[in-house]
């Protein structure tokens, strides 16, 4: 058991199962003016992002440097929103109450994988083999025996796993859930609850392996993210430049994506407290807790920048300080130092306050900054390498100039995260966003209890 003392009246959701059932089942029904126009204005930047990729097209896929910000862009969605269902996965293995309202929030995001594996197309087909390139795919390996098409087999194979596994999680996770929109909805979409539910009947034996499924799902999308966190880190970045050997940027290149997945999960649940009518569900608990793990993740990314800087630092070569140059203190800089500070700096220099980090809006405005901070890096990272062009050796011999971004490249990468919000906005209406059966055992673990002149909260920890 743990006592959980808010210094307030502790929240407890002051609804009965019935109603939590009802209401948030009929929330995916529910279709505003407001919503409707979200989606229309989605939809047209989506459309937008969609003639940026035609007017690129031009230049073909025999050279990658045109496609620079189109993987700045997969780079940034995997970052952010294909990160973010960890942040369903880790509090349901730590037995955490705080994730239940935001585990669904977290998971939906998955879907962001679909408009991905299509983004992927034309970077594959404009990436270089890994022959003569320092690359994660070791060139005497690839002559003697790698299977025909790396890295581009794997790294593909990778991605579309990574996916696959994303939406399985999000469906066996639901699976109550639809059990109960089977109960309450007719229809059309009645049918497709009664499809997804498998004959749920909520037997023991049923939540046991479901348990067991989520907990096998969550291992292995843990695995895939790291997996495909390496591979585009190296085969999209670090291979494209001479000389560049770094063996702790894939490591902060996945942690930076924990980091986003946190930034990523509160400002989407802010929206959906704030204009979803999910106040009653989303409260100060979760933007208490996710902004504590904020912090602890705003340090762990200095802590591994910082390892990894070092050593070009001190060594001093020619090729190190070129690409020191390239990425952090040449035309770049504007935006490596817009980066350490909103991913950085300004997490731990408000964070620390006790009154920004237990508050809503505190967590959320430091949490949109790592966003635009964490999109600006990818820019920074997958922009300069692609700049460097078909140079191939041991050495980074001059510094290239800074690739501006054209009319076509500024709507594809406004298309990319329109269209993953587009997907996340629309798979709304099929999953409810507040998981229902975990917040119906979150209120049957936890009780106020008076003690002298203060209530607790008593939370149990189930098994």
């Given at each position: 058991?743990?006592?959980?003392?808010?210094?307030?009246?502790?929240?407890?959701?002051?609804?009965?199962?019935?109603?939590?059932?009802?209401?948030?089942?009929?929330?995916?029904?529910?279709?505003?003016?407001?919503?409707m126009?979200?989606?229309?204005?989605?939809?047209?930047?989506?459309?937008?992002?969609?003639?940026?990729?035609?007017?690129?097209?031009?230049?073909?896929?025999?050279?990658?440097?045109?496609?620079?910000y189109?993987?700045?862009?997969?780079?940034?969605?995997?970052?952010?929103?294909?990160?973010?269902?960890?942040?369903?996965?880790?509090?349901?293995?730590?037995?955490?109450?705080?994730?239940?309202?935001?585990?669904?929030?977290?998971?939906?995001?998955?879907?962001?994988?679909?408009?991905?594996?299509?983004?992927?197309?034309?970077?594959?087909?404009?990436?270089?083999?890994?022959?003569?390139?320092?690359?994660?795919?070791?060139t005497?390996?690839?002559?003697?025996?790698?299977?025909?098409?790396?890295?581009?087999?794997?790294?593909?194979?990778?991605?579309?796993?990574?996916?696959?596994?994303?939406?399985?999680?999000?469906?066996?996770?639901?699976?109550?859930?639809?059990?109960?929109?089977?109960?309450?909805?007719?229809?059309?979409?009645?049918?497709?609850?009664?499809?997804?539910?498998?004959?749920?009947?909520?037997?023991?034996?049923?939540?046991?392996?479901?348990?067991?499924?989520?907990?096998?799902?969550?291992?292995?999308?843990?695995?895939?993210?790291v997996?495909?966190?390496?591979?585009?880190?190296?085969?999209?970045?670090?291979?494209?430049?001479?000389g560049?050997?770094?063996?702790?940027?894939?490591?902060?290149?996945?942690?930076?994506?924990?980091?986003?997945a946190?930034?990523?999960?509160?400002?989407?649940?802010?929206?959906?407290?704030?204009?979803?009518?999910?106040?009653?569900?989303?409260?100060?608990?979760?933007?208490?807790?996710?902004?504590?793990?904020?912090?602890?993740?705003?340090?762990?990314?200095?802590?591994?920048?910082?390892s990894?800087?070092?050593?070009?630092?001190?060594?001093?070569?020619e090729?190190?300080?070129?690409?020191?140059?390239?990425?952090?203190?040449?035309?770049?800089?504007?935006?490596?130092?817009?980066?350490?500070?909103?991913?950085?700096?300004?997490?731990?220099?408000?964070?620390?306050?006790?009154?920004?980090?237990?508050?809503?809006?505190?967590?959320?405005?430091?949490?949109?900054?790592?966003?635009?901070?964490?999109?600006?890096?990818?820019?920074?990272?997958?922009?300069?390498?692609?700049?460097?062009?078909?140079?191939?050796?041991?050495?980074?011999?001059?510094?290239?100039?800074?690739l501006?971004?054209?009319?076509?490249?500024?709507?594809?990468?406004?298309?990319?995260?329109?269209?993953?919000?587009?997907?996340?906005?629309?798979?709304?209406?099929?999953?409810?966003?507040?998981?229902?059966?975990?917040?119906?055992?979150?209120?049957?673990?936890?009780?106020?209890?008076?003690?002298n002149?203060?209530?607790?909260?008593?939370?149990?920890?189930?098994?």
């Amino acid at each position: 058991m743990a006592i959980n003392n808010h210094h307030r009246q502790p929240e407890i959701l002051q609804k009965s199962s019935t109603e939590v059932s009802e209401e948030l089942i009929a929330g995916t029904s529910r279709t505003s003016s407001r919503f409707m126009l979200f989606c229309l204005v989605l939809l047209g930047l989506t459309v937008l992002g969609v003639a940026g990729f035609f007017m690129r097209l031009q230049d073909g896929f025999s050279h990658h440097t045109p496609w620079a910000y189109l993987a700045a862009a997969f780079a940034f969605i995997l970052t952010t929103s294909m990160s973010a269902p960890l942040v369903a996965i880790a509090p349901r293995l730590a037995k955490a109450h705080f994730g239940r309202p935001v585990s669904r929030i977290a998971e939906l995001w998955a879907v962001a994988g679909l408009l991905q594996l299509l983004i992927l197309i034309p970077l594959i087909l404009s990436l270089p083999d890994a022959e003569g390139r320092s690359t994660f795919w070791f060139t005497n390996l690839y002559r003697e025996g790698w299977p025909p098409g790396t890295p581009h087999t794997w790294l593909v194979l990778s991605v579309v796993f990574l996916v696959l596994n994303g939406l399985a999680l999000l469906w066996v996770a639901a699976i109550p859930d639809f059990a109960i929109g089977r109960d309450k909805c007719s229809g059309l979409k009645g049918s497709i609850y009664r499809l997804l539910s498998l004959n749920w009947s909520g037997s023991k034996a049923e939540w046991t392996r479901l348990r067991n499924r989520v907990g096998i799902l969550g291992t292995f999308y843990f695995m895939f993210l790291v997996t495909v966190h390496t591979f585009v880190s190296f085969d999209f970045a670090q291979s494209l430049v001479p000389g560049w050997r770094d063996s702790l940027f894939p490591t902060w290149h996945a942690l930076s994506g924990i980091q986003g997945a946190v930034a990523s999960t509160l400002v989407t649940a802010f929206v959906l407290r704030n204009f979803g009518g999910m106040k009653a569900y989303i409260g100060l608990n979760q933007f208490w807790s996710l902004g504590k793990l904020l912090l602890a993740l705003s340090l762990l990314w200095a802590y591994f920048w910082w390892s990894g800087f070092i050593i070009f630092w001190y060594g001093k070569t020619e090729t190190e300080q070129n690409l020191l140059q390239l990425l952090m203190f040449g035309s770049y800089r504007p935006l490596f130092l817009a980066t350490f500070g909103l991913c950085f700096l300004i997490p731990l220099l408000s964070l620390v306050w006790n009154p920004i980090r237990k508050s809503i809006i505190g967590p959320t405005v430091i949490a949109t900054g790592v966003l635009i901070g964490t999109f600006l890096d990818r820019v920074r990272v997958y922009v300069a390498s692609y700049s460097v062009g078909d140079v191939k050796g041991a050495y980074l011999e001059h510094v290239p100039a800074v690739l501006k971004p054209e009319l076509a490249d500024i709507f594809m990468m406004v298309g990319v995260i329109a269209g993953s919000m587009l997907l996340y906005t629309l798979s709304t209406r099929l999953f409810p966003v507040v998981n229902i059966w975990e917040t119906k055992e979150g209120m049957l673990l936890q009780r106020v209890r008076p003690l002298n002149k203060v209530n607790l909260r008593v939370l149990a920890k189930p098994y």
